[in-house]
Structures are given as C-alpha cells and as structure tokens.
C-alpha cells in the first residue's frame, strides 16, 4: 500500500473547473494503476475514471466523458484529475485509489474493493 493524499476540491459554479491532484510520498507509487471515485450521502463509492501505472491506458465512466481528463506525472509523483463543465450533480467527495499492477496490465479496475490503498477524499461543490 502507499499513502495518498487529495487535494483541489472545493466550492464552484456550475460551468466551472476544478483539478484535483492525488499525491503520494512514495516512490513505488509508479507501480501503481490509480482510479478516482466519488461518493455522496447515503449512496456507494462510483468510480469515476482511472489511468494505468504508464499512463497507457484511461477510462471514464459515461456521464463524465468529454468533461473529465485523468492524467499522471511520474516526476512529481502525482495522478491529477482535470474536471471542467462542472454539474450540480458533481457534488461529491472525490478520493483517489491505488493498485499495485504489474507493466503490462493495461486494464482498468472499476470497483472500490480492487483498490487497496486510499486518500482521505476532497469535497467538490457544485453550486447551480
């Protein structure tokens, strides 16, 4: 497992943009494939979209397609989640997630209990 830690949510309006950054203090998170997920109150955790460990393959979940681009860094360490157009419907808290995947493992886990590792989340409010 690796430490990870949200940040970038906060307040907007509808039509807005946000980035939020998941960071981690270890190096071996390059081996890791990282997804992002939302949850709201009294609902499951959705997943949202994921890129694998070389950053060769992403996946977003339908109602997010053409709004929200997942990107990683490996210099910095960092997996961003680049979110515009915002929707009131957005209004989630957002935690990244990590899986230990080996190089050639191109596939994108969608469910919460194939992740092991897990940030703390970050609020994102859309306001309408």
């Known amino acids: 497992q690796v430490p990870l830690v949200e940040s970038g949510g906060g307040l907007v309006q509808a039509g807005g943009s946000l980035k939020l950054t998941c960071a981690s203090t270890r190096t071996a998170f390059k081996d890791y494939a990282v997804g992002w997920f939302r949850q709201t109150p009294g609902k499951e955790r959705e997943f949202v979209s994921g890129?694998?460990?070389?950053?060769?393959?992403?996946h977003y979940v339908d109602s997010v397609k053409g709004r929200f681009t997942i990107s990683r860094d490996s210099a910095k360490n960092t997996v961003a989640l680049q979110i515009d157009s915002l929707k009131p419907e957005d209004t989630a808290v957002y935690y990244c997630?990590?899986?230990?995947?080996?190089?050639?493992?191109?596939?994108?886990?969608?469910?919460?209990?194939?992740?092991?590792?897990w940030g703390q989340g970050t609020q994102v409010t859309v306001s309408s």
């Open positions: 890129i694998s460990r070389n950053g060769g393959n992403t």
């Open positions: 997630a990590a899986r230990r995947t080996i190089l050639t493992d191109q596939f994108i886990r969608t469910t919460p209990g194939e992740y092991a590792s």
